[in-house]
């Protein structure tokens, strides 16, 4: 079982590196209360992460830069992600149900996922934003990227521990 840490997590120190501050098990949604954690971001020190989201276990690599980090995604259930959509993918074409529901969500959380892909400290320096460094979204010229998006729609990223 696991629970966000709050107040207890960890801060981004100066001069502390990002393979020192992001391995570990970080929550996609916020868990007040000790439960299975069904969405979260496992980051390893090697610079390779999982994600599992609902019944999809989706991996890649995590980069380090100054003031952020960059997702890759490679592998879908452990398999290359773009060939496992296409058995997915194949799969529904025989018309039953299950097989054209698994496809369609599988693609919905696929695309919504890899569209993910860089991470930076948040104002508190406990957890994850999506998107650039809150200084670098793009206000003062009026636009925004996609990664700037998702960082004012998503939840940040909190570091989980496991109770017991």
Same mark, same amino acid.
């Given at each position: ?15 502390? &590196?990002?393979?020192? /501050? $992001?391995?570990?098990?970080? =929550? ?10 069904? &969405?979260?971001?496992? *980051?390893?020190?090697?610079?390779? *992460? ?21 997702? &890759? ?20 074409? =025989?018309?039953?149900?299950?097989? $054209?529901?698994?496809?369609? /969500? +599988?693609?919905? $959380? $696929?695309? +919504? ?21 809150? &200084? +670098?979204?793009?206000?003062? =010229?009026? =636009?925004?990227? /996609? ?18």
């Amino acid at each position: 079982m696991y629970v966000t840490m709050g107040d207890s997590a960890p801060k981004y120190a100066d001069k502390a &590196s990002w393979q020192a /501050f $992001v391995p570990g098990r970080w =929550s996609i949604e916020d868990y007040e209360q000790p439960s299975e954690v069904k &969405s979260y971001y496992d *980051f390893a020190a090697d610079g390779t *992460f999982h994600c599992l989201h609902m019944a999809y276990k989706i991996g890649g690599k995590w980069t380090a830069a100054a003031e952020s980090i960059t997702l &890759s995604y490679e592998t879908l259930n452990g398999k290359p992600l773009y060939e496992e959509m296409e058995r997915i993918k194949k799969g529904a074409e =025989s018309g039953r149900q299950t097989a $054209v529901a698994n496809e369609l /969500f +599988a693609d919905w $959380v $696929v695309n +919504a996922m890899t569209k993910r892909t860089q991470l930076s400290l948040s104002e508190d320096t406990k957890e994850l934003q999506w998107g650039p460094p809150s &200084s +670098a979204t793009g206000a003062a =010229s009026g =636009s925004m990227d /996609f990664n700037a998006m998702m960082a004012n729609m998503s939840p940040n990223l909190k570091r989980l521990e496991e109770k017991k």
